[in-house]
């Protein structure tokens, strides 16, 4: 039996409900798979993210290839063994932290340039990107050259290299290397880049060797609709395991809208579908809608470090002080740890005094929040219910967020 | 049935082994408190707590009369259900952190003045006390006047505060309010401070109202040896359902060993001893020796947050080069979480890269390590073989300790 499968179980309009099948079991479709970069999620252990629902996880290319390192963790007997991690584990290309986060320090900007309702997320995620910043980038048709943002050293990444990392860390799933544009780079360049990531791709597909991990390609073009059709056509066309859809995502929640639009009826329905990066509930629906079937995002647990949980009523700021005698579970009938035996009072004092435990309560919370979310999506599509489900839960969200505010 | 009740079920010369009933439940002593200052054990959650065997925590008058002040902490149902702990809790009487980390910092000296081996993590322990140290500290006989280090609000501390507070937070073991001095205080100061001690102990006593708390008196007198006597005849003879020992322990370890056998021979053999604030493996055992039943410290906490593991091979820095590519568990045998499921390696990579899971899991293995040595503490005085386990102990301790260095 091959090592990997993708069945699509049931559909509603677009939006699919399947069962992708890796070496280290299933992940059902849709799915949320939640971030840890440095091979951990942020302050959660394997055993909490296993009760609370995670079904696969993702850890960053960049950041592992500087440390420990590639070699270290092969040694180690692989990501798998390494976090104390059995289920499907996913690894990025290492594109998106090489250029992104240089693009996005320089310019401002994040994946979808200037839709994000919270302002201070916002500032958060560039601060973070800044520490994470690689110090030089030079890109050539060969590959990229930049130094470590860590210790200065020079680094370079190919095609042929990312596999090679890719494959010694030894994740079910990875990506092949691509350049990843920022909504600022004009039509020329971003047609470039997009170019240069169609031979990339085809590089990787050659340079690849393991049979036990499915390689997906990443489908660029930024914000232009003809070269995202293009990029669709061509990385759609070519033998991956599944498709990423990468890079900036326009400058408004209708650009996404035109994009998703217009790539995924160039990808092969059998195969599945992963936006790179995005997680917000609104865009989970929009996108699931169009027919994703897999998303990553670092919301659910970057929201929890900075106090703020994720509830059907929206957003709360902990740090609030309506809560500090709030006697009430986060989220009334949320089986989460944090909710079942904590108040908000509680939770509240743990954010104002810098508690980590405080930030782990929030990350185990607003990570099952999004894992149930899924789920709840998965049943409305096998039930043919999805359109009613998400106007309910997005209007319920809304609204609530609007009291709040 | 009296709330509390102290026997002592076995004796190895002056070392006992004790049961200690709560209306939280019992604690087998020697035991170790765990820390948790704001109502959380650094890092870790009251399932993971006791999990690893923690039988009682305390936390910290002082922090949380300022935030979240003792009457929210009342009205949410007192500290035992605000921080979902259901075992044993102390409160310490807030003195020490009024008085001996102001003093602490002013003169740069700790709680044995000069003693600590590791001049890391002593630098640590002053950087932690600067950060929560009160702006004014005015003692006159009625009480200690200070401002917040939080907002610099003026607050006051008398000894019927204190039991006001303490009773509001609600916890099975309760201190008198003390002033604890500095090791840099002369003779004539510290038996000031001390008749003040005696004086505020009385009051504490008639100010008390709660049944179902057992109020500790302090012995203080620093590092003198007829004050140290004359403070446990005076203490030792009040009605105090225990007895802590506070203050300066001396300038050196053997400072510590003259105050223990001049001070436990006046404290009444029916009632618990606490040794305030120590919690090193080696001051354990000369304190058990001497007849202590309890301690506290946030030694096996701090160390986790600075990479260090205690092991019976002595502390291990992770951050060094040799654990990076180390397979082996953190210690051999040892069940904890932290052992069972990952390596010295990914130990390191989360204490390199600053993870919180890093802290955590160094946290569950510190305290379940000093945990695990009280019981076996237990057992050598049950067996009448606690000789015999300090030497060997201390000298595997020390033997590996002096080929790691």
């Keep these: 039996m091959a090592p990997f499968s993708f069945s699509v179980e049931a559909q509603d309009a677009a939006s699919r409900a399947g069962v992708f099948s890796t070496p280290h079991g299933e992940i059902q479709t849709p799915a949320f798979v ?16 296993q009760e609370i629902g995670a079904q696969a996880l993702l850890a960053n290319t960049y950041h592992l290839m500087l440390r420990p390192g590639a ?5 180690l007997g692989g990501l798998h063994r390494f976090m104390g991690w059995n289920g499907p584990v996913v690894t990025d290309s ?9 693009w996005g320090i320089t310019h401002g900007v994040g994946k979808i340039g ?17 520490e994470a910043r690689p110090r030089l980038c030079e890109i050539d048709d060969g590959g990229v050259t930049f130094r470590s943002h860590i210790d200065g050293t020079l680094e370079r990444l190919t095609p042929e290299r990312s596999m090679e990392i890719q494959e010694a860390l030894g994740a079910d799933i990875i990506f092949a290397f691509d350049e990843c544009t920022s909504p600022l780079h004009d039509y020329a360049y971003t047609r470039q880049a997009m170019e240069r990531t169609h031979r990339w791709a085809r590089q990787c597909l050659q340079a690849k060797t393991r049979d036990d991990q499915a390689l997906f390609g990443i489908v660029q073009g930024g914000e232009f609709r003809d070269l995202r059709e293009e990029s669709a056509r061509v990385i759609g066309g070519m033998q991956f395991g599944g498709f990423g859809i990468g890079g900036a995502l326009g400058k408004k929640k ?11 009826p160039f990808l092969p329905q059998d195969k599945p579908r992963h936006l790179l990066g995005i997680g917000e509930p609104e865009d989970i629906f929009d996108a699931v809608e169009r027919g ?14 900075h106090g703020v949980a994720l509830t059907k009523d929206g957003k709360l700021v902990l740090s609030h002080r309506a809560f500090s005698e709030d006697s009430r579970a986060l989220e009334e009938h949320c089986p989460c740890y944090a909710c079942k035996e904590f108040s908000r009072a509680y939770l509240a004092h743990l954010i104002r005094t810098n508690e ?18 899924m789920r709840d999506i998965r049943a409305s599509i096998v039930n043919g219910a999805f359109q009613d489900f998400k106007r309910e839960f997005l209007e319920y969200y ?3 967020r609007a009291a709040l505010a």
């Design 254 to 264: 209708s650009d996404m809208h035109m994009i998703l639009d217009t790539v995924i």
């Design 356 to 373: 980590i435990l405080g930030l782990r309560l929030l990350s185990i919370h607003n990570l099952h929040f999004i894992f149930k979310l």
């Design 71 to 75: 070699e270290t963790v092969k040694k």
């Design 398 to 400: 809304y609204q609530k």
């Design 292 to 305: 994703i079937d897999l998303f990553d995002c670092v919301i659910p647990t970057r929201l929890a470090r």
């Design 114 to 130: 200037g839709i994000f309702p919270e302002e201070a997320d916002r500032a958060v995620r560039i601060k973070d990107a800044e």
């Design 34 to 49: 939640a971030v840890g970069t440095q091979a951990t999620v942020k302050s959660l252990a394997p055993s909490e993210l």
């Design 94 to 102: 290492g594109g998106f932290q090489v250029f992104s986060l240089g």
